[in-house]
């Protein structure tokens, strides 16, 4: 109930290509689904965020497509980057953006030059 | 806005010392914190939520009188491992939040025990 499924493990895509990493969740309760990107030996940071209200969020390069029937959400990364090579990770929680994270077990993306 | 620090970045102790990680919210006041741990290429675990005045809640598995946390004020909360054991080494992330806002992580301590 309380997991967050991701895929792909890993992913490489060419530069300039599109980058899709998928989320799935059972808990209907969470009402928040942000993604975030970790660069090796650092913490992880916010990229984008949506809520179950919305079905799709734009910010730049990325967006967040998701589908509450289907309790799944997904990132896209459009005209990825070489310096898009990170790992990235999807998260869910309830009762607002500050209560504990569910992250998932997240994605190695490669952009090759 | 909203940056969060860690102190150290990283750190080497022998086995059976205790280390203490500080986490701080420089620009904002975090009414909650958090503390992960971080295996290498594994996502991030929970350890323990943390409101500023209270004790900390423990996720299940999570020995508390190992990993001591305090949050002593609305802009600081320390993660303290007790009689460390090379088990322990790993990569430990504090994250802070405020009402109405998203959580804010911070680099990241290394930890490794000898």
């Known amino acids: 109930q309380q997991q967050v499924k991701q895929s792909p493990q890993s992913l490489i895509v060419q530069k300039g290509g599109i980058s899709i990493i998928n989320c799935a969740y059972e808990?209907?309760?969470?009402?928040?689904f942000p993604w975030y990107q970790q660069f090796p030996g650092k913490g992880p940071a916010l990229l984008i965020a949506i809520r179950p209200d919305v079905s799709e969020k734009k910010e730049g390069r990325f967006t967040i497509s998701f589908n509450k029937s289907a309790k799944q959400f997904s990132l896209h990364i459009m005209d990825s980057q070489p310096g898009d090579s990170a790992t990235y990770f999807c998260a869910a929680t309830y009762g607002g953006a500050t209560n504990k994270l569910i992250f998932g077990t997240g994605t190695l993306l490669a952009v090759q030059p | 806005g909203a940056v969060v620090s860690q102190h150290p970045s990283w750190v080497i102790c022998k086995s059976g010392t205790s280390v203490k990680i500080e986490c701080r919210s420089l620009d904002f006041q975090a009414t909650t914190m958090f503390w992960y741990r971080q295996f290498p290429k594994q996502s991030l675990m929970l350890m323990a939520t943390s409101n500023e005045g209270s004790k900390a809640t423990y996720e299940q598995g999570v020995e508390k009188d190992k990993f001591l946390i305090n949050h002593a004020s609305l802009t600081l909360s320390t993660l303290t491992v007790t009689s460390a054991h090379p088990e322990d080494s790993s990569f430990y992330i504090c994250?802070?939040?405020?009402?109405?806002?998203?959580?804010?992580f911070g680099p990241g301590t290394r930890l490794t025990v000898l």
């Open positions: 994250s802070a939040s405020r009402p109405e806002d998203t959580q804010y």
């Open positions: 808990n209907t309760a969470f009402d928040y």
